[in-house]
């Protein structure tokens, strides 16, 4: 049981199993609402909010003006834009009171989360449901063996990179050109 390639094995698997299960018109309807929003806002906390902040620095490396709730520069929030919740429960209080302030100004709301039917629902404009085990078990939810909710942040970055990818190719964006968005004080 502690052999790398047994874990490493189970880890992709397990990733493979919950992106394959992600409904691709619900991840069309985000790439819209990217696409749509004048700025786009990131919240979550722990090791979400860290996969959250990986979407954002990628997706500000292909032109979209990006944003982490807290951060030391962040503008106001207004209609034009899309605020993203990851939070796979739906019930983490944190974000469930950023997603409520947010369309206070009638900002879109977009969930990433695997419980379909939780408390952030009333605040969301459209759910992309990662199918993992969270804090609350939901039908045709992928079980990890790894800990707590290492599935839904490591399936929740890797579905920010395909978000990124595919807004590439959609605009057609040479790689190359991508490298003027990129830190340059390091």
Known sequence: MNDYNYATKKITDEITASLTNVNSDDV????????NAEKVFFVGVGRVLLSLQAIAKRLAHIGIKTYVVGEITEPAI?????????SGSGETKF????????????ARVAHIGANPDSSMSQYSDLFLRIPVSSK????????????????????????????ALMMVN?????????????????
Do not use: C, R
Not at 95 to 106: D, H, S, T, V
Not at 170 to 186: G, Q, R, T, V
């Open 170 to 186: 959609n605009k057609n964006i040479e790689l190359e050109s991508l490298w003027e968005y990129h830190a340059n004080l390091e």
């Open 95 to 106: 974000p469930l009171i950023i997603a409520e302030k947010a369309k206070q100004y009638n």
């Open 78 to 86: 207004t209609d034009k834009d899309l605020l993203i919740v990851g």
């Open 28 to 35: 069309d309807k985000l790439l819209i609402e990217i696409n």
């Open 136 to 163: 609350v078990d939901t039908p045709g939810e992928v079980h990890s063996e790894q800990p707590m909710k290492s599935l839904f942040e490591q399936s929740l970055l890797l579905l920010g990179d395909t978000l």
